[in-house]
C-alpha cells in the first residue's frame, strides 16, 4: 500500500544482500558439497556487493540529486520497527560469537585464507575477516554515501577520503608490513591512543623494540601522532579531521550507519551522560596505560633509562602544565566545564600518587595492572565499540560509540572546544525552527538551538559530519575554519 | 492551485508521496507576482524537472464533486476539466480577525499597532501575521504575514516588555524559501517585472542548467544597490545587512561579493564568475 516506503527493487536487492550474508556464513559447508570455499567466499562477496550497489542505483538514480530522506520515519528499519530490531539483534550476535566464539566462524574464516595468504602470506584469523567485511561495508556503503550525497563536494572528498584511509592505512598497509617484517604487530597507522590502548602495552613495545628500526620508527610515530600531529590538525581543522575523514570507526557510522542518524538521542539528559561516561572512560584509560607502563618499567629496570617514578613524575607534570596553560589562556569562559575538568584532573593525579605508592611490580592501586588493562580492553575496547557501538545503529543511532564512548573523542573534544578555528557558522537570523539539524545530528546536538538564537556552534561533541549544514532548507549553517579561534559561542 | 510558497510546499509533500501534481497558476509564470520574470522562469524550470506541471494564466471556475461529498476535479476558466482527487488552496494569507469587530481595537486589513506592537488598546499587543503596522517603511507592506517578519517582532516584544521600550524596527527585507531542491534567499528589495520602474536596474546570472542563478537589483543613475534574489547559492545575511546599511553601490556589491560567500566548503564558488560576468556586461 505505502508503495513510496521501499519500493520492489530496493525490496528485491535488500534480499539479495540477505542471501550473499546467508552464504558467506555457510561458505565453510561448501567442502561438503564439492564446491570451493573460496568460490563460495568470492561470490558471497560479490552478491553483497552487487545488493548494495543495486539497492543505492534503485534509491537514488530515479531521482534528481538533492536532500532525499524521504519516508525515513515511516520505514521499521529506520525507525525502530521490528527490523530494526532483528538487524540489531543479528548485528550483536555477530559481535558476541565474533569475539568469545569464534570457532564456531572457523569454516567461514577458512575461506578467507586465500585472500589472507595473497596479502600477508599468512592463513586468515577472525580479525582479518572482521577487517575485511568492515572494509568492504566502508567501501560500499561509502558509494552508496557519496551516490546520495553527490551534490555536495563537501560530503563527497569526505567519504573518499574515509574510504581511502579504511583501505590503505587500515587494512592493507599492515597486512603488507606484516609480509615485510613478521615481527611487526599489527600497526593502524592512522590509530592512535588512546584507541589503540595496547599501544604501551609491554608484549607490544617489545614486538616493536624487536621488530627494530621499523618497528621504533612506527612506536615515535605512534607517541607524536597523540602529542603533535593530532593537536596541530585540531586546531586547525576542528576533531573533524579524524572523526569524520580519517577514523575508522566514524567511517563505518558515516557510511553504513547513515539510515539511522536520527535515531541519536538530542535531549539535555543524553548530554549529560555522554559528557560523563566518556570522560570517565578517558581518565581509565589514562590510568590504565600509565599503569601498566609503570609496572612495565617495574619489571625491568635494567633496559630503559626511564625510572618508574620518574615517569610518573614527568606525566603529572605534564599534565599540570597542559592544565595550567589551558586555565591561563582561557580562564574568561572556562568557568562553565571547569568543574568538569577539575574532577578529570582530580582523578588523575590522584590515580598516579596512588599509583606511585601503591604499586608494586604487578599491582597498581594493589589492582594487578594487567587485569586493569584487561578489563579496560574487555568492557570498553570489545563490548562497548563493538557491540553495542555497531550492533545498536538501528536502535540507538550510528554515533553511539563516538559519543558515549570514545576516549580520543574525548582529547580531541576537550581540544576543539577549548582551541580550534572549527566552528559551524550561523547565517544571522535566517533559521526557521524546523528542526532538521537537530534531527540529523547523529551527536545528538540540539544545532537549532543555537541557530535559533543566531549563535555559533562550537561543540566538543561535533565531528563536524556537515550533514546539519546539509539537510538545513535555508542554508544557515556553514562549517568553517574560522580566523578567529577566541570566538566563543 | 495558487503558485506561492505555500502551494510549492503541498506540491513536494505529494510529490514525495509518489502523487501526481499540477499547480495551477493566474500568472503566466511561477510566482512572478512577486520575482522578476528571469528568477521565476529558473524556479517554474525547476518544478518542471521535478515533474511537477504549472499550468499558467489559469484561474478556476468552480469545483466539481463527486456524490456531493468529496471533490473529483476542477472547471477552467477555459472551461476545460481537471480531474482529480485533492485540490489544495493555497492563495495567499489574510488576517480572520472578525471575531474582534465587537471588541473596539482598531483594526484595517490586520489589527492595527504602534512601533511598540500596542493596539489601540495599549495593554493588548499583537504580533505576527494578524499585525497591520500604523507607520510602516515606504518601501515594505504595513502587514507582512512572514515567519522572519513573526520572529522579530516577537524579539521586539519581548525586549519591549522586559526592558522597558524598545521599538520595532522593520529593519531590511529578507526572506529564503526552498523549491523542491533549489534554495532560495533574498536581502533587500528585488521588484517583479510588472511593477519594476525604469530607474530599477536588474542584473541576471545563471549557470547553463539553470540550477544556480542570481539577480541583483539597483539603481540605475546613483548606482545605489537595492537588494538581491539568489537561487542555489547561500549568501550571508550579514553581508548585505552591512551593504544595506551603508547604502553602497552595486559596484561595492560586486568588488566585495566574494565576502557574501556562504555555500558549504570545497563547492564551487560562483561569485567570481558573476563578477566577471556583471563587469563584461557593464563595460
Ligand atoms: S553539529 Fe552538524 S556537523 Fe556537527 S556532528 Fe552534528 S550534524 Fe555533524
Ligand atoms: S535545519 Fe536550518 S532552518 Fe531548520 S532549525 Fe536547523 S538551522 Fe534552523
Known sequence: MLSYQTTASQRIFTFLGLFGILLLFASGIGESLSISSNVLTSSALAIIGLAIFGYTYASYAPYHSGIKNNANVLKSLTQRGVWAYVSALVLTAFYVVLYFFDAYLEPMIRGFDFISQSLSGKPATQWFVYGVLYTLAILLFGVKFIVKYRHSRYQVIRTLSVMFFQLIFAFLLPEFMARLNGDLPYYDLKSMWPLNYYLFDGYYIESFVSAQTLGIGLLIFGVLSIFVISPILTYKFGKRWYCSWVCGCGGLAETAGDAFRHLSDNSIRAWKLERWMIHSILVLITLSTVGVVHSYLLEHPEEYWLSPSVFILSVVSLLVAVVGLIYFKRRAWIAKDAKTAMIIVGALLAGFTGMHFLSDTYHVFLIPSHSLRSVYGFFVGSIFSGVIGTGFYPLLGNRVWCRFGCPMAAILGIQQKLFSKFQITTNSGQCISCGNCSAYCEMGIDVRAYAQKAEPIKRASCVGCGICAEVCPRGVLRLENTSNPNQQA | ?283
Open chain 2, 1 to 283: 492551485m495558487g503558485g506561492g510558497l505555500i502551494g510549492v510546499e503541498l506540491a513536494e509533500m505529494l510529490h514525495s508521496r509518489k502523487i501526481d501534481v499540477k499547480i495551477l497558476i493566474r500568472e503566466p509564470l511561477f510566482w512572478s507576482s512577486v520575482l522578476p520574470d528571469t528568477d521565476a522562469l529558473l524556479v517554474q524550470n525547476h518544478l518542471e524537472s521535478r515533474g511537477v506541471e504549472v499550468i499558467s494564466n489559469t484561474e478556476i471556475k468552480g469545483f466539481l464533486t463527486h456524490d456531493e461529498t468529496r471533490v473529483s476535479g476542477v472547471e477552467l476558466s477555459d472551461n476545460s476539466r481537471l480531474e482529480a482527487q485533492f485540490v489544495g488552496v493555497s492563495i495567499g494569507v489574510e488576517p480572520n480577525i472578525s471575531f474582534l469587530t465587537e471588541s473596539g481595537l482598531e483594526t484595517n486589513q490586520g489589527i492595527l499597532v504602534n512601533k511598540h506592537l500596542q493596539t489601540s488598546d495599549e495593554s493588548i499587543f499583537a504580533i505576527g501575521d494578524c499585525a497591520e503596522l500604523r507607520q510602516s517603511d515606504p518601501k515594505r507592506r504595513a502587514l507582512e504575514a512572514v515567519w522572519y517578519v513573526a520572529r522579530k517582532m516577537a524579539d521586539a516584544l519581548s525586549e519591549h516588555l522586559i526592558n522597558g521600550s524598545f521599538a520595532y524596527d522593520q529593519g531590511h527585507w529578507f526572506n529564503s524559501a526552498k523549491f523542491f531542491d533549489l534554495e532560495y534567499q533574498t536581502y533587500g528589495q528585488v521588484s517583479n517585472s510588472s511593477k519594476r520602474k525604469n530607474s530599477e536596474q536588474h542584473f541576471h546570472w545563471h549557470n547553463p542548467r539553470m540550477t544556480k542563478g542570481l539577480t541583483l537589483a539597483y539603481e540605475v543613475h546613483s548606482r545605489l544597490f537595492l537588494g538581491v534574489n539568489a537561487f542555489g547559492i547561500r549568501l550571508k545575511q550579514s553581508a548585505f545587512e552591512h551593504w544595506l546599511d551603508q547604502s553602497a553601490s552595486i559596484d561595492t556589491v560586486i568588488k566585495e561579493l566574494e565576502t557574501a560567500h556562504f555555500d558549504t566548503e570545497f563547492s564551487k564558488n560562483y561569485t567570481k564568475e558573476l563578477r566577471y560576468a556583471f563587469l563584461s556586461n557593464n563595460s
